[in-house]
């Protein structure tokens, strides 16, 4: 199992480094659309729509990504990354009147609130309510969340390699924190009757790693010399210290609130994994859960406190 691990990891290294290096931004664009489209597949199979309407699915959600990052004028197949000077300008939403409805700024603080409100829903509720739910409303609702997710990508793409690297390991490092600390103190479970294995004091240290990671990272953003800012310091520049702490506290719990709400959906369906596409990490939901909120959730953060 784990050389199967290793080699599954190494391949998708292999494919991903290329991307994120290319100057244009459609080669990581493509790859994610790709993923995504089979995450949407997922979502459908473990709500009780499997064969051809999980391939739809899939295809809609693939579909949808680009209909709206058209719409919004997001880049996606030009350069990858924006000008520094027009980094918190009107085409990427940051610093942007919050007029009509279509405009990024929107998109992000619409996802903010549909994973808060989720997010309290799914610590509330449970798996009492989820499959009492109509179906169609769940792959509506999954619909949403993977096209809020790979806009997200492809926007924080194009704020720099940077900025997209501080978001990933933000979620990496609020993982590894609440797997170490859950292990060592963990007494009070979080959530037992979706994930038992998750404790408050799990969250608490997957916190405390965000924010040593945060110090470290933009120590290294004033000293070496980077493409551009990342999450922490532009938050910094937004929110203040004691701002920032908190915002990072926020997407790491929001983190969190992912992996419990894809764990949701698999104890419902009865399923371990969310399908077997990557063999010895199981479905692409398994790998990307906690960054389906983090993702938009951060461009949100960064439309309020540049806006």
């Known amino acids: ?136 409303l769940r792959r509506l609702l999954g619909l949403a969340l993977l096209v809020l997710a790979w806009l997200a990508l492809v926007e924080s793409k194009a704020q720099g390699l940077n900025y997209l690297l501080s978001v990933f390991c933000l979620v990496w490092a609020a993982d590894i924190g609440a797997y170490f600390g859950g292990r060592t103190f963990g007494k009070n479970k979080l959530a037992p009757s979706i994930s038992p294995g998750k404790s408050w004091e799990g969250v608490w240290s997957g916190m405390l790693a965000v924010a040593l990671l945060s110090a470290i990272w933009i120590w290294i953003d004033r000293n070496v010399g980077v493409d551009s800012p990342s999450l922490y310091s532009r938050l910094l520049m937004g929110l203040g210290p004691v701002g920032m702490l908190a915002a990072l506290a926020f997407l790491a719990a929001m983190s969190v609130v992912g992996d419990l709400f894809e764990s949701l959906i698999k104890r419902q369906a009865g399923a371990k994994d969310s399908s077997q596409l990557l063999p010895g990490h199981g479905g692409v939901l398994d790998r990307i859960d906690a960054l389906l909120p983090v993702l938009p959730l951060s461009l949100a953060l960064m439309t309020l406190c540049h806006g």
Request: one cysteine or more.
């Open 1 to 136: 199992m784990l050389k199967q691990r290793v080699i599954t990891a190494l391949i998708l290294v292999a494919i991903l480094l290329p991307t994120l290096a290319a100057q244009a931004a459609w080669p990581f664009a493509i790859l994610t659309l790709v993923f995504i489209s089979a995450a949407g597949w997922e979502w459908s199979r473990l709500n009780e729509a499997p064969g051809a309407r999980a391939v739809i699915m899939g295809a809609a959600v693939a579909g949808s990504c680009l209909f709206v990052a058209r719409y919004l004028g997001l880049s996606v197949w030009g350069a990858s990354q924006a000008p520094v000077s027009d980094s918190l300008g009107h085409v990427h939403g940051w610093g942007h009147p919050l007029v009509g409805f279509a405009t990024p700024a929107i998109i992000w603080l619409a996802a903010l609130l549909i994973w808060v409100l989720g997010g309290a829903a799914v610590l509330r509720f449970g798996t009492a309510h989820w499959k009492q739910s109509p179906q169609l």
